[in-house]
């Protein structure tokens, strides 16, 4: 059973940035793939960025790509989301998950693991 921590979220003008951190426990974290998703008020979960077990290979949506960045720390058991150039649509609750397998990075349903989420907050 793999625990899931996010911290690092807050309320922050447009254009501004964020890190957000998530830490595992309870299992390998080197074996998991990792991911960011976030959903708004009204709106259903949405796929942000993920990233391999080796954190060679990244995945971001088309809403993210260029603004934000994905890494991860096996050392430290630990996972990040760099956000930068911060957009009021960027507003949301923030959740990593940890999925065993090595596909389905952009879907919610092939993620394993939770955390509780973390508010991001961007005011415009």
């Known amino acids: 059973q793999v625990q899931l921590v996010e911290s690092g979220g807050g309320l922050v003008q447009a254009g501004g940035s964020l890190k957000l951190s998530c830490a595992a426990s309870?299992?390998?974290?080197?074996?998991?793939?990792m991911g960011w998703f976030r959903q708004a008020p009204g709106k259903e979960r949405e796929f942000v960025a993920a990233?391999?077990?080796?954190?060679?290979?990244?995945y971001y949506s088309d809403s993210v790509k260029g603004r934000f960045t994905i890494s991860r720390d096996n050392a430290k058991n630990t996972v990040y989301l760099e956000m930068n150039r911060l957009k009021a649509e960027d507003t949301g609750v923030y959740y990593c998950?940890?999925?065993?397998?090595?596909?389905?990075?952009?879907?919610?349903?092939?993620?394993?693991?939770w955390g509780q989420g973390t508010q991001v907050t961007v005011s415009s």
């Open positions: 998950g940890a999925g065993r397998d090595s596909f389905g990075a952009r879907q919610s349903l092939s993620y394993d693991y």
């Open positions: 309870g299992g390998t974290f080197s074996n998991y793939r």
């Open positions: 990233i391999s077990w080796s954190g060679i290979t990244k």
